[in-house]
């Protein structure tokens, strides 16, 4: 029977109020508007971003209830009026990251900041409303995606059509971890052949720097993380070498000016740490370093002294790896079917989305660096 023009009654996870864990509960998801595609969400996962949000009041809003999820793939099972590029039954990429293909940022072929990102800040639908009932309630969208539901309504604009053969449970992680991470070191640093780099915090994220590095022809890969268990996923995804900061009684910048000579440099610092983005500047080499701040740095200040760039380092920012989001999730997805990336080892673990809060747990233990979420 067809649910086109139909509200389907499907599973998610809802996060009731900030502080709170996932509860799994059965909502009510319209059917697309002008512009807008309804997705069956196959494959998903949590990210740094939910990670934080869970825990960091900095990152905590008002807007509850709410389905977060900005990590997924999915099939198109109804379009709204309008829609031209994606339909009913085509493979998907979500994205955080819209691609409206009209502003500014997405007529720069330099940039990829789409002004309907902003969006996302106001967790509604571009009409102010909600495609989510929960009880009788309304519930907020996340990120322009909200993929921790069976069903999920986005904007066309947020949408990638893939690879009709592509796996979905192995491709979704283009739609935030892999693609910025790899990206961060590809197109926002240009990471350079024969070059140093060090990578602070070893996650997904992280470990897609390294995978980039490595891609873009960096001879030394220096992994630095407080947790030695992730060191062994590191260095099979390119890393040369990895150290702890806490073997050492010297701040970290000086131990990597002793490991390297002059510094290194690319570093990156994809923990969302304002210490370590001082430490990972002042890593660089003075003359022409450069910083990549990749992790989540929300609502606090950096504390950085004007000293580092008086030679010429600098510190560059990065959203979704400097790729515009369509194009570039559409590209990735064709190399993996290519082999020209690796996906598979990003993937440590895999559950249904029911027992999504066993999954923050493993994301905890920093054993886990992705744990799929099926759907």
């Known amino acids: 029977m067809s649910t086109t023009g139909k509200v389907i009654r499907c599973k998610a996870a809802i996060v009731w109020k900030p502080g709170g864990s996932f509860s799994i509960e059965e909502v009510e998801v319209a059917p697309p508007k002008a512009k807008e595609v309804r997705i069956k969400m196959v494959a998903t996962a949590l990210c740094g971003t939910e990670m934080k949000m869970l825990k960091d009041k900095n990152l905590q809003h008002q807007h509850y209830p709410i389905i977060m999820g900005h990590e997924g793939a999915g099939i198109v099972e109804s379009v709204g009026e309008g829609v031209s590029t994606v339909k009913a039954g085509d493979k998907v990429i979500a994205l955080f990251l819209p691609q409206c293909g009209e502003c ?57 059509k893939i690879d009709a053969a592509a796996p979905l449970e192995k491709v979704f992680l283009v739609s935030c971890g892999f693609s910025t991470g790899y990206g961060g070191a590809i197109n926002t640093a240009k990471v350079t052949p024969g070059s140093t780099c060090a990578v602070f915090g070893l996650g997904g994220v992280g470990l897609s720097v390294i995978m980039g590095c490595k891609a873009a022809g960096a001879t030394r ?38 490991l390297t000579g002059d510094g290194v440099d690319f570093s990156f610092e994809v923990i969302g740490n304002p210490e370590t983005v001082a430490a990972a500047l002042a890593s660089c080499r003075e003359s022409h370093g450069v910083c990549v701040i990749i992790g989540l740095i929300i609502g606090v200040q950096l504390n950085i002294s ?70």
């Not at 789409?114 to 907020?140: N, W």
Request: with cysteine.
């Open 104 to 160: 500014t940022s997405c007529l720069n072929s330099a940039d990829n900041f789409c002004i309907k990102l902003k969006q996302a800040e106001t967790h509604l639908m571009s009409d102010g409303t909600s495609r989510f009932t929960c009880k009788g309630k309304p519930v907020y969208h996340f990120g322009n995606t909200s993929t921790f539901s069976e069903y999920t309504v986005m904007d066309e604009i947020s949408v990638a």
């Open 221 to 258: 890969i220096i992994a630095v993380d407080i947790n030695k268990d992730k060191f062994e996923k590191a260095k099979e995804v390119g890393a040369t070498e990895c150290i702890n900061p806490q073997d050492y009684e010297k701040p970290i910048q000086e131990v990597l000016f002793d």
């Open 306 to 375: 004007g000293h580092l760039f008086f030679t010429g380092r600098s510190l560059k920012g990065s959203v979704y790896g400097g790729w515009k989001g369509r194009d570039g999730a559409s590209k990735l997805v064709s190399d993996y079917m290519a082999k020209k990336i690796n996906l598979d080892a990003l993937i440590t673990h895999s559950l249904n989305l029911d027992k999504i809060n066993e999954a923050v747990e493993l994301m905890k233990t920093g054993k886990c660096v992705r744990c799929v979420l099926l759907l």
